[in-house]
């Protein structure tokens, strides 16, 4: 096995083998070495040049002592496995040289040494999991003394790496470090994006610290919820709805509510005269949106087929559910995959309250946020609410969650 003649540092917490202390090997042929820190963090390094850079880790065997890596813009697997004593590493890969390294103590390589005391880096803004809303936004960090450089590497959902530089601002010797991300700086994405911080001191020593954020472009509004009355015979009907952003936009104009004449066929007709086969309102949002915790991750292709099965699971009908599909479809699409949660009545009626005279035997209320992905990501499932029976004088709304530029979870 021939590695890169380069160092590297690989951070994150990986279940290693267990080490009592930092361990050092070293190819007695090639000089190269391979440090094992606690924490863990495991570094590559040649005698010629160091810099750091992060490998993949493929999978990793506890019990037989095997971690399985590749390195970037590689597809050959490397296998680091460990003998029971700790004295050596074999690593090998198909149609590679096979490299042994053997262990060293430390105290004699001055080369690499693990970063103890005050040799730390923290990140102490944003938080961890926090969700981020404005287009640019700067991690503020401190670092023990003696640091000499801080290199920043950003990873999007897939974990693929979207950017990895040494932060330019930084001063040797500084306490402080500050790193800018943003959609148009190419190094933070929309959706979940990870962020790994690795210090290197002035005696080699090496600490790092990774922190998982979620970017998010916000402006939204509960957008085109529709309202269908059925009544069981031909009747006038008062209806009003509340949200909390106030009735932005409507067809026919709300004022203070709409009066129609409604029919067991699902028409309206309004005292111009006019007729309309349902109540059109939205509303703006008052609050960010949270990420979604519970949902389904959906790819672009099944999007269609899975809108079918959960608007009638919740009640709608063919025709209502074609509506609904007609207009949020192509606004779901536009994307690899998609995230998506149904509000439960109860969100429902608390943001938007609505009040029908008279009162319908049925009430379907279907509201649905989502969130465009790249790559996607583990949700919890939601377990939808079960639709009432449609009996007597129905009415059915159906609307979404709609955001200026796309919301990605």
Known sequence: MTLPRFALVLCGLLALPSFADDE?????ASKETLFIAGGPN????????????????????????????KFDRSDTVW????????????CEAPGEPRQVFERVAIER??????????????????????SIYEPATDFVGTVGPDAVSIEATSFDASGAIQAKSRIKSFKPGARTFKYRVAKSLANMSLGSN???????????????????????EYEGEMAKPVIYLYPTSPQQVRVTVAPRGGVTVSEPPYRDGWTVKATPEGTMLTADG??????????????????????EVVPRSEVGAFLTERLRALGLSTAETEDFTAYWLPLMTTSPFVAVRFATRAEIDQAAPLDITPRPDTVIRVLMDFRALDAPVKLPPQKLEAAPARKGFVAVEWGGLKYRERARQ
């Open 24 to 28: 050092m090997y070293r190819d007695p």
């Open 42 to 69: 495991v570094s590559y390094a040649s005698l010629k040049r160091k810099s750091l850079r992060p490998l993949n880790i493929v999978s990793h065997d506890d019990k037989a002592g095997v971690i399985r890596v």
């Open 79 to 90: 296998a680091l496995t460990f003998d029971a004593d700790h004295t050596r590493i074999v």
């Open 109 to 130: 390589d001055p080369l690499v040494q693990t970063a103890t005391g005050e040799q730390t880096i923290a990140v102490t803004s944003p938080r961890e999991e926090q």
């Open 194 to 216: 990870r962020f790994r911080f690795v210090a290197e001191f002035k005696n080699g020593a090496v600490a790092s610290t990774e922190l998982r954020v979620s970017f998010h």
């Open 274 to 295: 006019r007729t309309h086969p349902y109540l059109f309102w939205e509303s703006g949002l008052t609050e960010r949106p949270a990420p979604l915790r519970e949902g």
